[in-house]
C-alpha cells in the first residue's frame, strides 16, 4: 500500500497556477526524487506536503491518513529548507534541538542526539557557532541536522546538498543513502543533481510548469522517458534527439537519417512499439542516449546490444578524465558520443561509430510523446 | 598628468570638507547655544543673572538652584520641587513604552507571518493613526477614561500613550518583519513551536535594533508630552512636563530663572540618558527598518 499519496493536487497563488494536477504514490520506505527545471514548482509541492501551503485542490495522504487539514507540527515530518532557515538567534546545537525542545524531549536525550547527528554531518566542531559565523555549506549541514534529529513519519528534503563541493556532496550523498537504509524512512528529495537523482531514488517524478511529466524508476525514466522533455532534462550530457524519417525495409522498421551531402544513413529498429507502426513514412525524432554511440568493437558480443555502423565527422573532443565526450554531426544535428578514455578519434576526422539501437527510442515530432 | 588629476581631486576634497565642518559647526553651536545658557545660569545665583551677560560663565558656582528645583520649589500649591513628577513620569513611561512596544511588536508578527483577509486595509488604518492630531483624541478620550474609571490617575495616561503610539510601533516592527524571513516561521512550525512560542523564541530575540528604535521613540514622545499629561492629570499624576510648566509659570513672587533652567534640564535628563546609551543602535535600526522595509 502507498504510505504518501499525493491525488490531483492543485496549487495556485492568487491566479497563479503552480501546480496543475499532480498524482504520485510513494510506497511505505519508498525514496521519491523530484527533478525539473527551476520554477517549476517542487518547491511548492513539498511545501503543501509539509502543509505549510493549502492546496486548491487535490488531497495528500500519508498512511492512509488525509492531512490536507493537518498543522505542520502534527503531519509528523521534518523537513530541510531550500534557503535552510536556520534561526538567527541561535548557536548550533540550539538549532538542532529546538524541535525536540519543542516535542519535550528530555535535556540528556536531546544532547546526545545531537552529538550524534553532528558527527554523522561533520559539524561536531560547530556546535557553539551561530549561523551567521558558518559557510553555505556549514550551514547547508546543520539544515540537515536539523532534519535528521528527529524520527519522522516522511523526510523532505529540498536541494539538501546543494550548496556542498563535490567531494563532500558525494560524502553527503552516501551518508543519506545509508541512512534511509537504515531507518528506512520514506523521503522525498528536490534535487537539481542527475546522479543524485538516479542514485538515491527509487522513484523519479520529472516535473514542468507544475505538470508532472513522468514517473518512473530512475531506469525507467532514463531508458524510456515519456516525452522529449524527460529525454532532455534526464542524463548528462543529455539525449541526442536527431529528426529522421521512418521506414520499412525488408520487412523491419528502419530510420533514414539525412547527412550534409544528401545521402542517408539507414538503422534497423529493434523491438519497435506498435504505436512506431503508425509512423511509418512519417518524420520522427530518433532519441539515442550518447552512450549509444561508441568507436570500439564490441566488448562482450552477447550484451544485448544491436550495434549498426554510421560513419559521422568528429568536430570536437573533450576528455573528461574517464571517458572522452565526441561532438558529431548526426541527422544535420550536433549529437554527443561518449566514447572511452583512450578512444582514437580525433577532431575533424570522419570516423565509424558503433551505434547501439538497443535503447534508442522514437518520438512524435508534433506531440513530443514517446512512440 | 594622472598625478595633477589626483592632486585637484584632493584638493576639491579637502575644500569640500572643510566646507561641510564649517556648515555642521554653526549648525552645532546654534544647536547648543540654549543649552548652555541653561547650563550656565543655572548655577548662577539669581542676582548675577539679572545684573550680568547670561552667555556668561558663573562668577560663583552654587548648586543652590538645582536642589530648590529638585525638591524644595513651590509647585502649584505644595513645596515639593519637581522630585514626586518626576516619580510620576517615570512611572508612566515606563509601563506605557513596554506595553506599546511589546503590542506592536505583536501586531507587526500578526500583520507580516499570519496574514489573513484584509490585513493590508488593517494596517493602512493602524498607519493613520500616526496621523491622528493630539488635540482631536482629547474629548472621546476623557470620556473612555471617564468611562473606565481611571480619569486622572496614572494609569489612565499610560492607556492613552499606549493607544496613540499603537500606530507609531505598529509601523516599525511590521516593516522590520516583512524582512524577517517567512520560512522561518515555517520551519519553527514544522518543529512544532507555536504561534506565542516563534515569537517569543524566534522573532524577538532577532528584533534588537527595531526594539531600541521603538522604545528611543516611544520614551521621548511620551516623556515630552504635554498636552495629553496637563489633560488627564490629577495633581498626584502629573507628569514632569505639567510640574515644569507649573513652576515656571507661577505667578508668585520672582521669577528665578535659575531655578527653571536647573528644573529644564532635569525634565530634560532622561532623554538625553536614553539617546547616549541606545542612540547608535537608533541610527542603525531605523536605515534596517527604511531600507528592508
Ligand atoms: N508565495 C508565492 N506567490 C506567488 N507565486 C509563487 C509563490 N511561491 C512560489 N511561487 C511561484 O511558483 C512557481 C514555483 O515555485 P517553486 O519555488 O516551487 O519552484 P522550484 O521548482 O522549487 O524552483 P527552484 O528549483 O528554483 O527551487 C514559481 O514560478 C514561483 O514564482
Ligand atoms: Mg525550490
Redesign the pocket.
Known amino acids: 500500500m502507498s504510505f504518501l499519496v499525493v491525488n490531483g493536487l492543485e496549487k495556485r ?2 491566479s ?1 497556477e ?1 501546480l496543475k494536477g499532480i498524482d504520485i504514490s510513494v510506497p511505505r520506505g519508498g525514496f521519491l526524487v523530484l527533478v ?10 513539498l511545501n503543501t506536503i509539509a502543509g505549510l501551503e493549502t492546496v486548491t485542490a487535490g488531497e495528500i495522504l500519508i498512511d492512509g491518513v488525509r492531512v490536507n487539514e493537518l498543522h505542520p507540527s502534527k503531519r509528523d515530518i521534518a523537513m530541510v529548507f ?1 534557503s535552510y532557515a536556520l534561526y538567527p538567534n541561535m548557536n548550533v546545537a540550539k538549532n538542532m534541538s529546538f524541535g525536540m525542545e519543542m516535542r519535550g524531549v528530555p535535556k540528556a536525550e536531546r544532547q546526545q542526539v545531537v552529538a550524534r547527528v553532528a558527527s554523522m554531518l561533520q559539524i561536531e566542531d560547530l556546535l557553539e557557532r551561530k549561523p551567521s559565523q558558518l559557510s553555505g555549506g556549514q550551514r547547508q549541514r546543520v539544515a540537515m541536522g536539523r532534519a535528521l534529529v528527529r524520527d519522522p513519519k516522511i523526510f523532505l528534503f ?2 539538501p546538498l546543494s550548496n556542498l563541493d563535490a567531494k563532500l556532496r558525494v560524502e553527503m550523498r552516501t551518508e543519506i543513502q545509508k541512512l534511509h537504509q537504515r531507518l528506512g524512512t520514506t523521503i522525498v528529495y ?1 534535487t ?1 543533481d542527475q546522479i543524485e537523482a538516479m542514485t538515491l531514488a527509487t522513484v523519479i517524478a520529472v ?1 514542468k510548469d ?1 505538470v508532472l511529466q513522468q514517473v518512473g524508476t530512475p531506469a525507467e525514466i532514463y531508458n524510456t522517458p515519456a516525452n522529449i522533455f524527460v529525454a532532455d532534462f534526464m542524463g548528462s550530457p543529455s539525449m541526442n534527439l536527431v529528426p529522421a524519417r521512418l521506414d520499412r525495409a525488408n520487412g523491419v522498421l528502419v530510420v533514414s537519417l539525412k547527412r550534409a551531402d544528401g545521402s542517408t544513413t539507414v538503422l534497423p529498429l529493434h523491438r519497435p512499439s506498435a504505436a512506431a507502426e503508425a509512423f511509418v513514412g512519417r518524420d520522427v525524432i530518433l532519441g539515442l542516449r550518447p552512450e549509444s554511440i561508441d568507436d570500439a568493437p564490441a566488448a562482450a558480443p552477447d550484451d544485448g546490444a544491436q550495434r549498426h555502423p554510421l560513419e559521422a565527422h568528429v568536430e570536437v573532443t573533450q576528455p573528461t578524465g574517464a571517458d572522452t565526450l565526441a561532438m558529431i554531426r548526426l541527422g544535420g544535428r550536433e549529437a554527443v558520443a561518449r566514447l572511452r578514455a583512450e578512444t582514437g578519434a580525433r577532431a575533424g576526422e570522419r570516423c565509424t561509430f558503433m551505434v547501439d539501437m538497443s535503447k534508442a527510442v522514437l518520438f512524435d515530432p508534433e506531440t513530443e510523446q514517446r512512440l | 598628468m594622472a598625478a595633477s588629476a589626483v592632486e585637484t581631486a584632493v584638493r576639491t576634497g579637502r575644500l569640500t570638507r572643510a566646507l561641510i565642518y564649517a556648515a555642521l559647526l554653526v549648525f552645532a553651536v546654534y544647536y547648543l547655544l540654549p543649552l548652555f545658557v541653561m547650563m550656565v545660569n543655572s548655577f548662577k545665583e539669581l542676582d548675577e543673572i539679572r545684573g550680568g551677560n547670561m552667555l556668561a560663565l558663573p562668577e560663583l558656582v552654587t548648586i543652590a538652584p538645582w536642589i530648590k528645583a529638585w525638591n524644595q520649589a513651590q509647585i502649584g500649591v505644595q513645596p515639593t520641587g519637581l522630585a514626586p513628577y518626576f516619580l510620576n513620569s517615570i512611572k508612566m513611561v515606563v509601563p506605557a513604552v513596554v506595553i506599546s512596544t511589546l503590542l506592536g511588536a505583536l501586531n507587526g508578527y500578526v500583520l507580516t507571518k499570519w496574514r489573513f483577509r484584509g490585513d493590508t486595509l488593517l494596517f493602512a488604518l493602524m498607519l493613520f493613526a500616526c496621523f491622528i492630531p493630539f488635540q482631536i483624541v482629547l474629548i472621546p478620550m476623557a470620556r473612555v477614561l471617564g468611562f473606565l474609571g481611571i480619569a486622572g490617575t496614572t494609569w489612565g495616561l499610560v492607556l492613552v500613550h499606549v493607544v496613540y503610539g499603537l500606530g507609531f510601533t505598529t509601523l516599525f516592527f511590521r516593516n522590520y518583519y516583512a524582512a524577517f524571513p517567512t520560512e522561518l516561521v515555517k520551519a519553527a512550525q514544522i518543529d512544532g513551536a507555536n504561534f506565542l512560542q516563534i515569537f517569543y523564541r524566534i522573532l524577538l530575540p532577532s528584533s534588537g535594533p527595531i526594539i531600541v528604535v521603538t522604545v528611543i521613540w516611544q520614551f521621548t514622545s511620551i516623556w515630552n508630552d504635554f498636552l495629553f499629561g496637563a489633560s488627564f492629570s490629577d495633581f498626584d499624576s502629573q507628569p514632569m512636563t505639567v510640574a515644569l510648566n507649573n513652576l515656571v509659570s507661577s505667578s508668585t513672587g520672582v521669577k528665578e530663572y535659575n531655578v527653571h533652567f536647573a528644573g529644564a534640564i532635569l525634565a530634560a535628563i532622561p532623554t538625553l540618558l536614553v539617546y547616549v546609551v541606545a542612540g547608535r543602535y537608533f541610527v542603525r535600526g531605523l536605515m534596517a527598518g527604511a531600507v528592508k522595509g
Do not use: A
Not at chain 1, 517549476?40 to 509541492?45: D, N, R
Open positions: 497563488f492568487g497563479v503552480v525539473g527545471p527551476s520554477g517549476c514548482g517542487k518547491s511548492t509541492l531550500q529540498d536541494e528536490v537539481h516535473l507544475g
